[in-house]
């Protein structure tokens, strides 16, 4: 595998697999890399010849307060997993690569309505740090696919937006959440969950699941269901975020006609705070 830290070799490197013809998928991440990452190389490998990894601890998508400092970097750790994987190039970019300007003021990218709520609503500019650094990874790269986990359904759904929006000629492809046996999805933040908070951590797709099988048993006042799901959270120990049944192609209010349905949550348990959800269809 090869590693860049700069774009011009970087770009070097995609033109000579571009004149051989070679397709190029992306896979952006912020490394401390677990399998769900491992798994969105995996399907990159099946849909392209080239797999490109992206390894950047974006700042501009933490707020003040957050665990930019703290946030988890495994460099050697995450080289011998992408190596494993057969990754053909790792991209790790200092912060002056990607904002030569500085990451305070300079040119962003917003995707306005899709990031305004939910998380949007709880961590004002965190989209707006991710639409940028995507689009700017786009850029750079200029890959035929890009890659992005469904656990982040809602980042999912706004990289998707930018991309139409911008008419990037990228294909943007969702991989399933992968999870532990009980049942916690995958996260480079379940580290900071202690011994006790780990097994609690289940009851948020617990709630997200039986949810889903009273919606699907015939329920339909979706505001007493999120309701009571946040209830129990904070008997389980969590600060609850929020919990909200959603259209699943914007994230609007629901009607009770709507079909395809999304189930978000997030939560805090200690320091960590965790996301999930769940589909379902009518």
């Not at 969590?238 to 192609?249: L, T």
């Not at 705070?273 to 769940?278: A, E, P, S, Y």
Request: with cysteine.
């Amino acid at each position: 595998m090869e590693i860049e830290r700069t774009i011009p070799p970087l770009r070097q490197r995609l033109r000579a697999w571009r004149s051989s013809g070679d397709r190029i998928a992306l896979v952006p991440t912020m490394g401390n890399l677990h399998a769900g990452h491992l798994a969105l190389v995996e399907r990159a490998r099946e849909l392209a010849d080239r797999v490109v990894v992206s390894l950047f601890v974006n700042p501009t998508q933490f707020g003040a307060g957050e665990d930019f400092s703290s946030y988890p970097r495994t460099f050697q750790q995450d080289v011998e997993s992408l190596t494993q994987a057969e990754t053909d190039l790792l991209f790790a970019p200092e912060v002056k690569t990607l904002y030569p300007g500085g990451a305070d003021g300079g040119s962003y990218v917003e995707v306005p309505q899709l990031s305004e709520v939910l998380c949007g609503a709880s961590r004002p500019g965190h989209f707006r740090g991710v639409a940028t650094v995507v689009c700017k990874l786009f850029n750079v790269v200029q890959p035929e696919i890009a890659l992005f986990g469904e656990k982040d359904y809602q980042q999912l759904l706004v990289i998707r937006r930018m991309t139409r929006d911008l008419c990037f000629p990228i294909e943007i492809v969702g991989v399933p959440t992968v999870r532990d046996d009980d049942g916690l999805a995958l996260s480079s933040r379940n580290a900071y969950l202690t011994e006790e908070q780990r097994r609690k951590a289940p009851l948020l797709y617990r709630l997200l699941t039986r949810c889903r099988e009273r919606i699907l048993a015939g329920e339909r006042d979706y505001a007493a269901l999120g309701e009571e799901a946040r209830q129990e959270l904070r008997a389980g120990g969590f600060e609850p975020d929020y919990f909200e049944i959603r259209n699943a192609a914007d994230l609007t209010v629901p009607d009770p006609a709507e079909r395809r349905l999304v189930i978000l949550a997030a939560a805090r348990l200690g320091r960590a705070r965790l996301i999930d959800n769940v589909t379902l269809s009518l």
